[in-house]
C-alpha cells in the first residue's frame, strides 16, 4: 500500500465584523478553538466593535457533528469545527496557514489602505494555529494573544526567534481555567524567555472561555500602545 498526496481547491468562509470602507486603527484576526464555529466564536468579539477596528473570524477547514449520538444527523445536530488533528498533521498544518495567508490577502486587498496595526489571537486549540500562522506565514501582527493555551512544542526555532521577537506576546488564562497548571505556565514562560520573546501573562477572574472585561482591558493595551496593564493580580 502506497499513500499519495493531491493538492484540491475547496470553498473556505470567514467572518467580519466592523466598518470596511474607512481606514481603520486596528485588524484583529480572531482564530476558534476545538468544536466551535467562526460565526459564534466572533460574537464574544462585538464588544471591539467600535468602529476602529476590523474583526475577522476565519472557520478551520474541517468541520464535525459535535454530538456523539449514533445515526443520522439531523439539522438539530450541532456542528463544530477542527483546525487540524494529529493524522497527517503536518500537510494540514500546511493547508491552514496558506489559508490564513489567504484570508489576509483577502482582507487587505479590500481596505483603502492597510491599518494602522494588526493583531492576531488565538483561542485553545487556536493558540497553535496563530503561533504557526504567526511563525510560518505572511502575517506580521503587532501583539499576538494566546488566551488559553501556549505556544506549540514544534515551532522551528530560528524562525520562532526572528518573527516572534518583534510581536509582543500576550498569554492570557483564567483562575478557573483547566489548562492553567503552574507547571506549564513555567515551562512556557522559559521557553519564551529563551526565544528572546517580550512577553506577558495575564489573568483574570474566569474560565476556559473568551470574557468581556479581559477582552476591552487587553484591547485598551493595544490601541493606547502602552504596555500591558495588570488584570487582577496579574503576573509576568
Known amino acids: 500500500m502506497r499513500e499519495h498526496r493531491l493538492e484540491v481547491l475547496r470553498t473556505a468562509r470567514f467572518y467580519t465584523l466592523g466598518p470596511r470602507g474607512t481606514p481603520l486603527h486596528e485588524a484583529w484576526f480572531v482564530l476558534h ?19 476602529t477596528r476590523l474583526l475577522v473570524a476565519p472557520e478551520a477547514l474541517s468541520r464535525f457533528y459535535v454530538d456523539p449520538s449514533p445515526g443520522r444527523h439531523g439539522s ?15 500537510a494540514e498544518i500546511g493547508d491552514y496557514v496558506r489559508y490564513l495567508d489567504a484570508v489576509l ?30 511563525v510560518l506565514g505572511r502575517v506580521r501582527p503587532a501583539r499576538l494573544f494566546l488566551w488559553g493555551d501556549y505556544l506549540p512544542h514544534d515551532l522551528p526555532e530560528a524562525k520562532a526567534r526572528e518573527r516572534l521577537g518583534s510581536t509582543g506576546v500576550t498569554v492570557v488564562h483564567g483562575r478557573r481555567d483547566p489548562s492553567l497548571r503552574s507547571e506549564l505556565m513555567e515551562a512556557h514562560e522559559a521557553r519564551l524567555r529563551a526565544l528572546g ?27 493606547q500602545n502602552s504596555p500591558m496593564k495588570p488584570i487582577s493580580g496579574t503576573s509576568s
Open 197 to 223: 520573546v517580550r512577553f506577558e501573562h495575564v489573568l483574570y477572574d474566569g474560565g476556559h472561555e473568551i470574557e468581556a472585561e479581559p477582552l476591552l482591558r487587553l484591547a485598551g493595551g493595544v490601541v
Open 105 to 134: 490577502e483577502a482582507i487587505l486587498s479590500e481596505l483603502p489602505e492597510p491599518p494602522a496595526r494588526v493583531v492576531v489571537l488565538g483561542f485553545s486549540q487556536g493558540c497553535h494555529t496563530a503561533a504557526r500562522w504567526t
Open 33 to 51: 478553538g476545538y468544536r466551535q464555529l467562526a460565526s459564534r466564536f466572533l460574537r464574544r468579539f462585538e464588544v471591539l466593535d467600535d468602529g
Open 76 to 90: 438539530e445536530a450541532r456542528v463544530g469545527a477542527t483546525w487540524m488533528t494529529r493524522e497527517d498533521r503536518l
